[in-house]
C-alpha cells in the first residue's frame, strides 16, 4: 500500500466527517440549544464511526490515487493538503519530452489539472525544440508555484545547453508562468537570459467573475445562521482558487515577448457578447489584460478547455514558436 493511497482513504473519510459537522451545525442553529444537546451524542457517534472507518481502511487500501483525481484534489484542496496531507500535495515537478538543449518549451497546466491534459504535445518537436511538462499544486497560489518554478528553471538552464526558452500555460499556468518571471527579476536568476516568450492561454489576469461569484455567495451564506456551515463550506476552496478573484501586478522582462491568447464561445469575438462570455470561465478582458505590454489574440466559438486541444490554437502556438 502506497502512503498516497492510504492518505487519501484518510481524507475521504475526513470529507465525510467534515458534511457531517456541516449538517450538525445546520441542526444546531434551526433546533436550538435543547434539541441540539440531544442530537450532539447522535452527531458525536457518527463522527467516531467514520474517524475509525478510515483508520480501518487506510490499513487494507492499495495501489494510488489517479493522476486526473490528484490534480482535481490539489487543486480544490492543495494547501491544506501540504499541511495535513502531505502524501497527497503534489511538489513542482516536472518530466522532458527528449534532450535539454537548443530550444525548450515548458508546458505548465491550469487549475485542478495536470499535464495529462495537454492536447498540444507534440507542438515542441514540431518547431525543432522540446517539450518539459510540469506538474504543480494547483491549489497554492500563483504566487508561490512561480517561486518554485523559478527555482526549477534556474537549475534547468544552469545544468543544461539551453539557448532559447519558451513557458507555455493554460489558464492558471500562464500566471505561474508570468509569476516565475517576476520572481526571477527580483532576484536577478540567470534562466531569464534564454527567456524569449511567455504565451498565456485563456489566463485570467484581471481575475474571474466565476471566483469573485463564489466569494459573493460565501458572503451571503455566511450572513445567516441557519446558512452560515454552508459559508463555511464554500470557504474552505483552496488558496489557488481564492486566489483567482483579482489580477496580479507581475512585472515582465523587457526583452520577453508576451503572447495573451483568449477564448470566447461566441462566434463573432468583438461582439459585446463575446467579450462578456468570454470562454465561459475567463473574460477576453481577463485575458487579454489590455493594459499589459503583451501581443493579443481572440479565438471565437472556442471555450476554457478547448484551448487545450483545438487545431486553431496549435496553429497560433506554432506561430509563436517559430
Excluded at 5 to 30: C, E, K, Q, S, Y
Excluded at 80 to 86: A, E, M, V
Aim: charged content about 15%; overall charge neutral.
Amino acid at each position: 500500500m502506497t502512503d498516497e493511497a492510504r492518505t487519501g482513504v484518510r481524507l475521504a473519510f475526513d470529507a465525510l466527517g467534515g458534511i457531517v459537522d456541516v449538517v450538525r451545525d445546520v441542526h444546531r442553529a434551526i433546533a436550538g440549544p435543547g434539541l441540539a444537546a440531544v442530537a450532539a451524542p447522535v452527531f458525536g457517534a457518527v463522527r467516531f464511526g467514520l474517524a475509525a472507518g478510515g483508520a480501518v481502511a487506510s490499513t487494507v487500501t492499495r495501489g494510488s490515487l489517479p493522476v486526473g483525481l490528484t490534480g482535481v484534489v490539489n487543486g480544490a484542496v492543495g494547501d491544506r493538503l501540504r499541511s495535513d496531507y502531505p502524501a497527497l500535495a503534489t511538489p513542482l515537478r516536472a518530466t522532458a519530452d527528449g534532450p535539454l538543449e537548443g530550444h525548450v518549451v515548458v508546458f505548465l497546466h491550469g487549475l485542478v489539472h495536470t499535464e495529462q491534459r495537454w492536447g498540444h504535445r507534440d507542438v515542441a518537436e514540431e518547431v525543432g525544440a522540446t517539450a518539459v511538462h510540469v506538474r504543480y499544486n494547483s491549489g497554492l497560489s500563483p504566487t508561490d508555484n512561480g517561486r518554485d518554478l523559478a527555482v526549477y528553471l534556474e537549475a534547468l538552464v544552469t545544468g543544461n545547453p539551453i539557448v532559447r526558452l519558451s513557458l507555455v500555460g493554460h489558464s492558471m499556468g500562464g500566471l505561474v508562468a508570468r509569476a516565475a518571471v517576476h520572481e526571477a527579476l527580483e532576484n536577478g536568476q540567470r534562466w531569464l537570459s534564454p527567456l524569449r516568450e511567455v504565451i498565456c492561454l485563456g489566463s485570467p489576469h484581471l481575475g474571474s467573475p466565476v471566483e469573485r461569484a463564489a466569494a459573493t455567495a460565501a458572503r451571503l451564506l455566511n450572513a445567516f445562521p441557519e446558512s452560515a456551515p454552508f459559508g463555511a463550506l464554500v470557504d474552505r476552496r483552496s488558496t489557488g482558487i481564492k486566489s483567482l478573484a483579482h489580477g496580479t501586478a507581475y512585472s515582465a522582462a523587457p526583452h520577453v515577448r508576451q503572447h495573451f491568447l483568449a477564448a470566447t464561445v461566441a462566434t463573432n469575438p468583438t461582439s459585446t457578447t463575446g467579450r462578456l462570455l468570454g470562454d465561459l470561465l475567463v473574460s477576453t478582458t481577463s485575458a487579454t489584460a489590455p493594459t499589459a505590454e503583451a501581443d493579443r489574440h481572440v479565438l471565437g466559438g472556442l471555450g476554457h478547455s478547448t484551448l487545450l486541444h483545438h487545431p486553431d490554437v496549435r496553429a497560433k502556438l506554432v506561430e509563436f514558436l517559430t
